[in-house]
């Protein structure tokens, strides 16, 4: 090579790192390095206080590896990357007068719990199961790691980018820090040893306020029954996760940093089944996001969201008996019923601004603020997903009118009430003639059927049928998946529909594949899509999740999962002595 050769071969690269992103740094770190322990990239799960923003939740991934905030580094005791997820025991506790769960996890070598007792500060607890000393590492990479080029060792503390404090007790037996990859890319790290029996105390000293939700315990809050304790623990795990995901007083549908933004189909299952669980002053905080914003979510202004808010909204102030919210919530509820009954008599299409942010795939879409086109047969032609699922944009509809009719009454609003009615039962008579005339074999018409929306209360038989038909070709003869699901929201809604038709054997078959079929095991959580569905490329920005199979913790399907349980454990429900082992 000529004399020169070395240096500029060194200038390129230095060049081309400073435009990479820290994803993209750390894929070249672990394909130079497959020797090192890395992240897992599987099923991790989101830590934080409810209202706190994307940039303010923790991520923990199977073996306890731990960051606290993202692009803040990675934390993680002796086998936690690689001990096989077989070999890995974790779950979520409850202690008296907490308001976050405790994280356990245990593997072979070590038992962990993590905790956090105000916003921007947590404590780890280890105890070595060999009782020989416990091994931390403090890396650039984790669960949602970053760069690290400040890391320094203050008298048995580290503080690292001079943000982050760390303090052993007892202290440390050794610290030794050094690096792991280029240091101007901050590959600082720190390795400890510490004594067998161990706390961690991690400080954020920039963490900042945090939004204010009315909440006490991150749980279900109900008289729910269930034989199995793994669906009481998998109940309280979904409400947990679907408080600690909130932003503010906006729901997400999936991992926060994924989707950062508000949107209104998925937040409005979350809602609910906040509401059903006893987390109600909370669920009407969330409601007022609803109230004031008609259309908002990642494919712009959609058919079905004035239902479903009409839905979320109505089963809030069901549970609530709160004359006073009732009556805050009445302009919106009034302007969308009213939209609803607009839709169904349009003979143009409609469209209508929405609020917030587009997926960047969809921001030149042409129709993102097509709401629907004329009517045909009866029915709303309405967009949702980038098409026309007819069945279920009318199914919420009609869920939405009726909720508004309900709503309408507790205020002494008859006439309102009476001509709502009215388009609820014209919606569903064009409903059950489409049904008939077996328009489509979208799943989400099976998703809405008669769960959330009863619009097929009056053709239960052919239901049946249909369904039956759908499940001899996807199911396995045990009552498992022939392929997993891409949509495991709409796997699970199906199943309360089958609840709803009253084959609880199907119902509780299709909860029982979900546990088994757990994106991060104890944790009971699921995911969705393949790959970065409808990403925002914020992980570009950090040091984990760097080659993400689907996106996870997915709030929806978790929202699904709380109410089909809370359905099955009601008090004297049959479904706890049929459930399986």
């Given at each position: 090579m000529h004399k020169w050769g070395a240096p500029l071969l060194a200038a390129a690269l230095c060049l081309l790192a400073a435009g990479a992103s820290q994803r993209e740094l750390l894929l070249r770190q672990m394909a130079l390095h497959p020797d090192r322990a890395w992240p897992r990239n599987s099923g991790h799960i989101v830590y934080a206080w409810p209202g706190t923003t994307e940039w303010r939740k923790s991520y923990i991934e199977p073996g306890g590896s731990f960051s606290p905030?993202?692009?803040?580094?990675?934390?993680?005791?002796?086998?936690?990357?690689?001990?096989?997820?077989?070999?890995?025991?974790?779950?979520?506790?409850?202690?008296?007068?907490s308001r976050l769960p405790l994280v356990i996890t245990s593997t072979k070598r070590f038992r962990e719990v993590l905790w956090s007792n105000l916003p921007g500060h947590w404590f780890i607890s280890a105890e070595s199961s060999t009782q020989l000393p416990l091994h931390l590492s403090i890396r650039s990479g984790g669960p949602a790691g970053g760069s690290i080029h400040s890391l320094e060792n203050r008298y048995g503390r580290l503080l690292i980018e001079n943000r982050w404090v760390l303090l052993f007790s007892p202290p440390a037996a050794s610290i030794r820090i050094s690096?792991?990859?280029?240091?101007?890319?901050?590959?600082?790290?720190?390795?400890?040893?510490?004594?067998?029996?161990?706390?961690?105390?991690?400080?954020?000293?920039?963490?900042?306020?945090?939004?204010?939700?009315?909440?006490?315990?991150?749980?279900?809050?109900?008289?729910?029954?269930?034989?199995?304790?793994?669906?009481?623990?998998?109940?309280?795990?979904?409400?947990?996760?679907?408080?600690?995901?909130?932003?503010?007083?906006?729901?997400?549908?999936?991992?926060?940093?994924?989707?950062?933004?508000?949107?209104?189909?998925?937040?409005?299952?979350?809602?609910?089944?906040?509401?059903?669980?006893?987390?109600?002053?909370?669920?009407?905080?969330?409601?007022?996001?609803?109230?004031?914003?008609?259309?908002?979510?990642?494919?712009?202004?959609?058919?079905?969201?004035?239902?479903?808010?009409?839905?979320?909204i109505g089963q809030t102030v069901s549970v609530a008996h709160d004359p006073a919210f009732t009556e805050r919530m009445w302009p919106a509820v009034r302007r969308k019923a009213q939209f609803i009954v607009r839709m169904r008599h349009t003979d143009v299409s409609?469209?209508?601004?929405?609020?917030?942010?587009?997926?960047?795939?969809?921001?030149?879409?042409?129709?993102?603020?097509?709401?629907?086109?004329?009517?045909?047969?009866?029915?709303?032609?309405?967009?949702?997903?980038?098409?026309?699922?007819?069945?279920?944009?009318?199914?919420?509809?009609?869920?939405?009118?009726?909720?508004?009719a309900t709503?309408?009454?507790?205020?002494?609003?008859?006439?309102?009430?009476?001509?709502?009615?009215?388009?609820?039962?014209?919606?569903?008579?064009?409903?059950?003639?489409?049904?008939?005339?077996?328009?489509?074999?979208?799943?989400?018409?099976?998703?809405?059927?008669?769960?959330?929306?009863?619009?097929?209360?009056?053709?239960?038989?052919?239901?049946?049928?249909?369904?039956?038909?759908?499940?001899?070709?996807?199911?396995?003869?045990?009552?498992?998946?022939?392929?997993?699901?891409l949509w495991t929201y709409f796997s699970l809604a199906e199943a309360h529909n089958w609840l709803e038709l009253g084959?609880?054997?199907?119902?509780?078959?299709?909860?029982?594949?979900?546990?088994?079929?757990?994106?991060?095991?104890?944790?009971?959580?699921?995911?969705?899509?393949?790959?970065e569905e409808n990403s925002f490329h914020l992980w570009n920005q950090v040091r984990g999740w760097a080659k993400p199979p689907y996106v996870t913790t997915h709030y929806w399907t978790a929202a699904e999962m709380a109410l089909l349980l809370m359905d099955l454990g009601h008090p004297g429900s049959l479904a706890n002595a049929n459930s399986a082992p």
């Open positions: 905030v993202p692009g803040s580094f990675g934390l993680s005791l002796d086998d936690a990357e690689t001990a096989p997820i077989a070999e890995i025991r974790q779950h979520l506790e409850w202690a008296r007068d690096d792991e990859g280029p240091e101007r890319q901050g590959w600082r790290r720190a390795d400890v040893t510490l004594a067998p029996k161990s706390r961690i105390e991690i400080t954020d000293l920039r963490f900042g306020p945090v939004y204010t939700l009315p909440y006490g315990s991150a749980r279900a809050v109900g008289p729910w029954q269930f034989s199995d304790p793994r669906l009481a623990a998998c109940l309280n795990a979904q409400i947990a996760q679907l408080m600690m995901s909130l932003v503010r007083n906006e729901t997400r549908p999936g991992d926060p940093l994924t989707y950062p933004l508000a949107w209104l189909r998925d937040g409005a299952y979350v809602v609910v089944a906040l509401a059903r669980a006893g987390q109600v002053d909370l669920a009407k905080s969330l409601c007022a996001y609803f109230a004031e914003h008609d259309f908002f979510g990642g494919f712009g202004s959609e058919a079905d969201a004035p239902g479903l808010a009409l839905w979320a409609i469209r209508e601004p929405w609020f917030g942010p587009i997926v960047p795939a969809h921001r030149n879409d042409k129709d993102l603020d097509l709401v629907c086109d004329p009517v045909r047969d009866g029915l709303i032609i309405g967009r949702m997903d980038f098409h026309r699922p007819v069945l279920f944009v009318n199914a919420v509809s009609f869920a939405g009118l009726r909720e508004a709503m309408a009454d507790r205020l002494g609003k008859r006439a309102d009430a009476a001509r709502w009615r009215v388009e609820a039962q014209e919606t569903q008579t064009a409903w059950e003639e489409a049904l008939r005339g077996k328009i489509g074999d979208d799943e989400r018409a099976f998703a809405s059927a008669l769960w959330p929306s009863e619009i097929g209360a009056r053709s239960k038989n052919l239901l049946k049928q249909l369904m039956s038909k759908r499940w001899n070709r996807l199911r396995t003869a045990d009552g498992g998946f022939r392929q997993t699901p084959d609880r054997p199907k119902a509780e078959k299709t909860v029982q594949w979900f546990l088994a079929h757990q994106a991060s095991p104890g944790f009971y959580t699921w995911s969705d899509g393949r790959g």
